[in-house]
């Protein structure tokens, strides 16, 4: 249970270092808001024509009488923008770390050498657009697992009580699993750790993933609120995939960090 304390005091310190660092956290907002333009306005679009497309994909309840074709109608539309809005709180970390790659991999560079004991870096050999493809497929397949998780979890929640209770927490963990690792392949992928063997890795340290990424996860439901701290998120995902590797992480005054030991214990 330590490791959630851990995990937690990671993101904190992620979001201290960019309050320390102006320059690299107004860049790293940048991508965070061009994607939250895209996904307002797609969202606002399905808010303006989610109904005709509901009526347009249910001809067969053209002659139903009323009040049922629009309660059917109705229901299938609210429906439709939960969906949406749970897939863009699930794709919204995978979307803007892939707008964001360079800007992000930049950061998460410098949040290596600052906390390094010897100054440096681990540096990819990879070209810039090798690292965007792989990026942003490893991001495919990983928001492939959380929509897969999503739709479950949502088909779970129309059991009585168990619905209302332990689905929506089990949901927030399954969140914050998937938020940090979008996170930490920044610094892993980097460090040319493949998506199989990154999910083993947070597999190993789970309590320590859930007290990061949960947290996080919760307060990327409150809305712009993912914009800001992104940057942040960033560089305390760097921190824990030093953990993760069992790579020193060195302390100084203005912002401590407890170092656990990579088992977890």
Known sequence: MRDLGVGFSYLLKGQRWVARHGKQYGFGLLPGLITLVVYAAALVCLALW????????TPFADDW????????????????????????????????????????????????R?????GTAPESDLPLWRELWISARDSLRIVVRAVLWGVLLFALGFLPVVGQTVVP???????????????????LQRRGVELRDRLALLRSRKTL????????GLAFLVPFVAVFLMPGAVAGATLLARDLRGEEIRENEEDEVEESSPSGV
């Open 114 to 118: 600052d906390v390094s004991p010897d």
């Open 65 to 112: 009488s009323s009040p049922w074709q629009g309660l059917f109608r109705g229901f299938l539309t609210a429906v439709l923008f939960a969906l949406g809005l749970l897939l863009s709180v699930l794709t919204f970390t995978a979307v803007t770390l892939v707008i964001g790659q360079p800007f992000y991999e930049n950061l998460s560079e410098k949040v290596d």
């Open 169 to 187: 927490v089990i949901g927030f963990f399954v969140t914050g699993f998937f938020l940090t690792e979008e996170l930490a392949a920044v610094a």
């Open 50 to 57: 989610g109904e005709d497309f509901v009526s347009w994909a």
């Open 209 to 216: 993933i859930w007290g990061f990424g949960t947290p996080l």
